[in-house]
T-cell receptor, first 110, second 114 residues
Framework: EDQVTQSPEALRLQEGESSSLNCSYTVSGLRGLFWYRQDPGKGPEFLFTLYSAGEEKEKERLKATLTKKESFLHITAPKPEDSATYLCAVYGNRDDKIIFGKGTRLHILP | KAGVTQTPRYLIKTRGQQVTLSCSPISGHRSVSWYQQTPGQGLQFLFEYFSETQRNKGNFPGRFSGRQFSNSRSEMNVSTLELGDSALYLC?????????????FGPGTRLLVL
């Protein structure tokens, strides 16, 4: 069965303190790995889609990378407005549905 | 372009009742998928509809059902509500489906079952 595990569950950083969030996955025939940001009381907001190992994508202070077993979301010099829950999800050939991780709650202190 | 809309935004029901939630996708999107989000289980896939047909289904009991209309709008129905059905229900739309496609989420409907 396809699985997604995100770590850490929660992370507190000082403003400007760079770090990385991890998404480990087990999937048969990866057809897409997705990163979303979710603010309290709102629906997830799309950030990135990665399709194959070695792929990287960037957007402002965020950079997503992908290997055959995991993905990282790197946050460079974060600001308080980057505080949110970051969700990772995969879609594979076998299960034919999207599997989400439990998310990483990120809190950036000013 | 207008985003995904969901109605109602909040709902309170009692055990044993049934509920219908509505989702209007982004214009031009033909796929609508539904998700349940709870603090304990996180975001879980319910089902996906494309061109009025259910294409994929998650591991939820038959009390959870849905449909899609010719204008791509979708409804989700939960019958015989249980306390454990209290959750944020999210829908998402995409152009062609789940496979590698970006899903655009609505704001969700928060359901409380008493």
């Amino acid at each position: 069965e396809d699985q997604v595990t995100q770590s850490p569950e929660a992370l507190r950083l000082q403003e400007g303190e760079s770090s990385s969030l991890n998404c480990s996955y087990t999937v048969s025939g990866l057809r897409g790995l997705f990163w979303y940001r979710q603010d309290p009381g709102k629906g997830p907001e799309f950030l990135f889609t990665l399709y194959s190992a070695g792929e990287e994508k960037e957007k402002e202070r965020l950079k997503a990378t992908l290997t055959k077993k995991e993905s990282f979301l790197h946050i460079t010099a974060p600001k308080p407005e980057d505080s949110a829950t970051y969700l990772c999800a995969v879609y594979g050939n076998r299960d034919d549905k999207i599997i989400f991780g439990k998310g990483t709650r990120l809190h950036i202190l000013p | 372009k207008a985003g995904v809309t969901q109605t109602p935004r909040y709902l309170i029901k009692t055990r044993g009742q049934q509920v219908t939630l509505s989702c209007s996708p982004i214009s031009g999107h033909r796929s609508v998928s539904w998700y349940q989000q709870t603090p304990g289980q996180g975001l879980q896939f319910l089902f996906e509809y494309f061109s009025e047909t259910q294409r994929n289904k998650g591991n939820f009991p038959g009390r959870f059902s849905g449909r899609q209309f010719s204008n791509s709008r979708s409804e989700m129905n939960v019958s015989t509500l249980e306390l454990g059905d209290s959750a944020l229900y999210l829908c998402a739309s995409s152009l062609a489906g789940l496979a590698g496609e970006t899903q655009y989420f609505g704001p969700g409907t928060r359901l409380l079952v008493l």
